[in-house]
């Protein structure tokens, strides 16, 4: 029977070993890529509506439109509200029914057409303005329409107007994708691209009733095009067998819901609308309890944060216990940017894509993850260092033999 020599046998064991090290790495890092998040609570003092990936926090107080730093910087830029901020830290606005746009470069400019929703990181962006606005050819059926501007090409209107239906746009990303829904808020929600729109269903695919697709909303999408948004009608039974009717504070039978980049859609478990997505595919808005029947154990009422990976959880439940504001309800989550930064508030205002918060929630990176990968890293490195070792006496070893 042939041997092995120790020299291979050692080589083997030293593979399988650095092998057996990046495995258990690649493990920890796989368990630990979307934890359940801690959140500390920080008082903005005024109402934001938008919040972009650097931090920047855009809204309004009482002295008009407000832009707040990463560090806590305050700038104030006129009157109105901020309603979007982009990663360049350029901010759309609406004051009184006029858009305006402000960055540090040029300031302020205000435009002389109607209200505004979302901007992009191209400069682009929608709103709502008067049917009878020059720029917009004339339609006796409506009395106001979506629009999108762009830098160079200026106004266009975002109407379908084959149906006579105003298109309101609540959500644009820089692929020039916009997402919204009837004017009318008898239609149901869109997606348009190059042009075309594509109406967003989900009564055929998810089971419901005819009468649900009709009263959806799109509020958001993201990079990826994932669409957050919501839709009901009067009571509906969920796939998963909870039943709904209509509740109390306006928690009507609306389910959240996720549309992904084919534009199939998927319940995420809660009776609520969905306002933000991040890029991440995480999503934050609504739940009403009040609005299920038989108790529903697996719901709650306030703000929530859905993930793939955990799916939805109540915000209120995220808090870090020593913290000073951990006392607050929260009662919607406006906004989420990719690093899981939320707006959120106790209350829930009016509106479906300007609804705001008073406070910022800012994920805090639990010690024990830090550790894991630590730990991981020490692992592996041990691994490699003793088969090194180990290599180096096994070559001292055979050149004394030779001698």
Same mark, same amino acid.
């Given at each position: 029977?042939?041997?092995?020599?120790?020299?291979?046998?050692?080589?083997?064991?030293?593979?399988?070993?650095?092998?057996?090290?990046?495995?258990?790495?690649?493990?920890?890092?796989?368990?630990?890529?979307?934890?359940?998040?801690?959140?500390?609570?920080?008082?903005?003092?005024?109402?934001?509506?938008?919040?972009?990936?650097? *931090? =920047?926090?855009?809204?309004?107080?009482?002295? $008009?439109? #407000? +832009?707040? @730093?990463? &560090? /806590?910087?305050?700038?104030?830029?006129?009157? *109105? =509200?901020?309603?979007?901020?982009?990663?360049? $830290?350029? #901010? +759309?606005? @609406?004051? &009184? /029914?006029?858009?305006?746009?402000?960055?540090?470069?040029?300031?302020?400019?205000?435009?002389?057409? $109607?209200?505004?929703?979302?901007?992009?990181?191209?400069?682009?962006?929608?709103?709502?303005?008067?049917?009878?606005?020059?720029?917009?050819?004339?339609?006796?059926?409506?009395?106001?329409?979506?629009?999108?501007?762009?830098?160079?090409?200026?106004?266009?209107?975002?109407?379908?107007?084959?149906?006579?239906?105003?298109?309101?746009?609540?959500?644009?990303?820089?692929?020039?994708?916009?997402?919204?829904?009837?004017?009318?808020?008898?239609?149901?929600?869109?997606?348009?691209?190059?042009?075309?729109?594509?109406?967003?269903?989900?009564?055929?695919?998810?089971?419901?009733?005819?009468?649900?697709?009709?009263?959806?909303?799109?509020?958001?999408i993201n990079e990826r095009g994932e669409i957050a948004g919501f839709g009901g009608s009067d009571d509906v039974t969920l796939p998963n067998g909870l039943e709904c009717v209509e509740g109390t504070e306006g928690g009507e039978c609306t389910p959240a819901i996720l549309w992904g980049p084919d534009l199939t859609p998927q319940l995420l478990g809660v009776f609520g609308p969905?306002?933000?997505?991040?890029?991440?595919g995480q999503v934050v808005g609504r739940s009403f309890l009040e609005s299920c029947i038989g108790g529903c154990p697996a719901l709650f009422n306030g703000a929530f944060l859905w993930d793939r990976s955990f799916g939805a959880l109540d915000i209120n439940t995220l808090i870090r216990p020593n913290d000073p504001l951990r006392e607050i309800h929260f009662g919607i989550a406006?906004?989420?940017?990719?690093?899981?930064?939320?707006?959120?508030?106790?209350?829930?205002?009016?509106?479906?894509?300007?609804?705001?918060?008073?406070?910022?929630?800012?994920?805090?990176?639990?010690?024990?993850?830090?550790?894991?990968?630590?730990?991981?890293?020490?692992?592996?490195?041990?691994?490699?260092?003793?088969?090194?070792?180990?290599?180096?006496?096994?070559?001292?070893?055979?050149?004394?033999?030779?001698?």
């Open positions: 029977m042939k041997t092995v020599p120790l020299a291979v046998l050692s080589t083997s064991i030293n593979c399988v070993g650095r092998l057996l090290g990046a495995a258990a790495l690649i493990f920890s890092l796989n368990a630990i890529a979307t934890p359940i998040p801690t959140y500390k609570v920080i008082d903005l003092g005024f109402t934001g509506t938008a919040l972009n990936n650097r *931090g =920047q926090v855009a809204g309004y107080s009482s002295e $008009g439109a #407000v +832009l707040r @730093d990463r &560090n /806590g910087t305050i700038r104030y830029l006129g009157s *109105g =509200q901020a309603v979007d901020v982009n990663e360049f $830290g350029q #901010v +759309l606005g @609406d004051d &009184n /029914g006029h858009a305006w746009i402000w960055d540090s470069v040029f300031g302020r400019r205000d435009f002389a057409f $109607g209200g505004a929703t979302a901007l992009n990181d191209r400069g682009q962006f929608v709103g709502y303005v008067s049917a009878d606005h020059p720029g917009i050819p004339a339609d006796p059926f409506l009395e106001s329409e979506g629009y999108f501007w762009d830098p160079i090409f200026g106004l266009t209107p975002t109407p379908d107007r084959a149906a006579h239906q105003a298109l309101a746009p609540l959500d644009i990303n820089n692929h020039a994708t916009i997402v919204g829904h009837n004017g009318a808020g008898e239609g149901p929600a869109f997606v348009m691209e190059n042009g075309v729109v594509t109406k967003l269903d989900v009564a055929e695919v998810l089971d419901l009733p005819p009468g649900f697709s009709r009263s959806l909303r799109a509020t958001a969905a306002f933000a997505i991040s890029d991440r406006a906004q989420i940017n990719n690093s899981g930064m939320i707006i959120a508030d106790p209350t829930f205002g009016p509106g479906i894509r300007n609804t705001g918060g008073r406070y910022l929630l800012i994920r805090v990176r639990e010690p024990g993850t830090a550790v894991m990968l630590g730990l991981a890293l020490v692992v592996l490195g041990f691994f490699h260092r003793v088969a090194n070792l180990r290599d180096t006496l096994g070559l001292a070893r055979r050149s004394g033999t030779s001698r």
